[in-house]
């Protein structure tokens, strides 16, 4: 998985290719780890480039949302492609954070 962050002021942008195995979610999780929590306001996740995430992947999502909810920030995922949005809201984590589909 590839994985670019930018900063601007209190918003963080990860835009992401490849897929979210096991391996990739924890370099996701080390990247995550590495931001100062304090001050963000908000995490946006691009998956427009994600063909596949795991169950790892989506576990380590839920922990950043964990994350940036108690430091009274927001979270959410752009451009799921379609398959993954499905499954998503199958899976019911748009009650929990904002998806949009690509």
Do not use: C, W
Not at 30 to 38: D, G, I, K, Q, Y
């Amino acid at each position: 998985m590839e994985m670019s962050v930018s900063q601007s002021g209190d918003h963080v942008r990860f835009v992401l290719a490849g897929r979210i195995d096991e391996k990739a979610a924890e370099q996701l999780k080390e990247r995550f780890h590495a931001l100062s929590l304090a001050g963000l306001r908000e995490v946006v996740f691009d998956f427009k480039d994600v063909p596949h995430i795991g169950s790892a992947g989506i576990g380590k999502l839920l922990l950043f949302y964990k994350d940036i909810s108690t430091a009274n920030g927001v979270m959410r995922i752009e451009n799921a492609q379609p398959a993954i949005y499905d499954l998503m809201k199958m899976v019911k984590l748009d009650s929990v954070f904002s998806i949009s589909a690509l």
